[in-house]
């Protein structure tokens, strides 16, 4: 089939403008990322449009925690074993996850199971969201720009990067953004290298908190899926942290349910 000279004209046109364009991207910018922007006006979707800063900032936290001399080891363990135990084995998107979080939208299968619904959000998923979409209303829309971005910070970023950019960034109460402002508002300094397993549990059950209030049921859930994924874990002094911040009007609530779960 002979194609007509204008076609191939067309062609050589789009193949030098996709080149042009390809120079022009910025760091950590692909074609790819570009493509998910595209989609998100056509779904009607905003993302944020200074990626570029966003990144940079957020980079710029990673090192100065790392200037700092803070070992992050415990929240990221803590982290990956609470919110997403296959963090490690995944490329941003856990089908098994997705999966179970369709399954549990039926009444039926959650009787079943005992379960309440679940969600299916990975942790790169939870950073794409916290840093790049400006728009939370429309769910399903937001959920698919969220799997593709995930899939983009997976190529830019190794898991340790991932995880740190999470911690500096995502909510751990009200206004609360990042380790340094989380350790400032729970413990009253910044001035930490470590935490204590108590003190890490606490933070990662905190995350995305938006209100201040807390569910006994919910922690002791959380405090015995730490006793039995992480290796070493002591939850000795957690109640007594969690009274504290009780007292001080930090958290709402009981905590003297936990002192059961401590063992």
Same mark, same amino acid.
């Given at each position: 089939?002979?194609?007509?000279?204008?076609?191939?004209?067309?062609?050589?046109?789009?193949?030098?403008?996709?080149? =042009?364009?390809? /120079?022009?991207?910025?760091?950590?910018?692909?074609?790819?990322?570009?493509?998910?922007?595209?989609?998100?006006?056509?779904?009607?979707?905003?993302?944020?449009?200074?990626?570029?800063?966003?990144? =940079?900032? +957020?980079?710029?936290?990673?090192?100065?925690?790392?200037?700092?001399?803070?070992?992050?080891?415990?929240?990221?363990?803590?982290?990956?074993?609470?919110?997403? !135990?296959?963090?490690?084995?995944?490329?941003?998107?856990?089908?098994?996850?997705?999966?179970?979080?369709?399954? %549990?939208?039926?009444? /039926?299968?959650?009787?079943?199971?005992?379960?309440?619904? +679940?969600?299916?959000?990975?942790?790169?998923? !939870?950073?794409? /969201?916290?840093?790049?979409?400006?728009?939370?209303?429309?769910?399903? /829309?937001?959920?698919?720009?969220?799997?593709?971005?995930?899939?983009?910070?997976?190529? !830019?970023?190794?898991?340790?990067?991932?995880?740190?950019?999470?911690?500096? +960034?995502?909510?751990?109460?009200?206004?609360?953004?990042?380790?340094?402002?989380?350790?400032?508002?729970?413990?009253?300094?910044?001035?930490?290298? %470590?935490?204590?397993?108590?003190?890490? =549990?606490?933070?990662?059950?905190?995350? %995305?908190?938006?209100?201040?209030?807390?569910?006994?049921?919910?922690?002791?859930?959380?405090?015995?899926?730490?006793?039995?994924?992480?290796?070493? =874990?002591?939850?000795?002094?957690?109640?007594?942290?969690?009274? +504290?911040?009780?007292?001080?009007?930090?958290?709402?609530?009981?905590?003297?349910?936990?002192?059961?779960?401590?063992?």
């Amino acid at each position: 089939m002979t194609v007509p000279w204008w076609g191939s004209a067309i062609f050589v046109f789009a193949v030098f403008a996709l080149l =042009f364009r390809h /120079r022009l991207l910025d760091f950590h910018e692909t074609l790819y990322l570009r493509f998910i922007y595209l989609l998100a006006t056509i779904l009607r979707t905003r993302l944020l449009v200074d990626f570029a800063g966003i990144l =940079f900032r +957020s980079k710029l936290a990673v090192s100065e925690m790392q200037r700092l001399e803070f070992d992050p080891a415990r929240l990221r363990e803590l982290l990956v074993a609470l919110e997403d !135990q296959r963090f490690h084995s995944h490329a941003g998107i856990d089908l098994l996850a997705l999966g179970r979080a369709a399954l %549990s939208c039926f009444p /039926r299968y959650r009787r079943s199971r005992g379960t309440m619904r +679940s969600g299916a959000s990975t942790i790169t998923m !939870q950073l794409a /969201r916290t840093l790049l979409v400006a728009d939370y209303n429309k769910t399903a /829309r937001r959920k698919v720009l969220e799997v593709l971005l995930a899939r983009w910070l997976e190529r !830019q970023f190794d898991k340790d990067e991932i995880l740190d950019l999470y911690l500096v +960034s995502v909510r751990f109460a009200v206004g609360v953004f990042g380790i340094p402002a989380a350790f400032a508002h729970y413990f009253g300094t910044t001035d930490k290298r %470590s935490t204590s397993d108590a003190e890490a =549990f606490l933070l990662i059950e905190r995350l %995305s908190s938006v209100r201040n209030g807390i569910r006994p049921d919910k922690v002791i859930a959380q405090l015995r899926r730490a006793q039995k994924r992480v290796p070493d =874990f002591s939850s000795l002094g957690t109640a007594a942290l969690y009274q +504290s911040l009780i007292a001080s009007g930090i958290l709402v609530g009981d905590a003297s349910p936990l002192e059961r779960a401590e063992s």
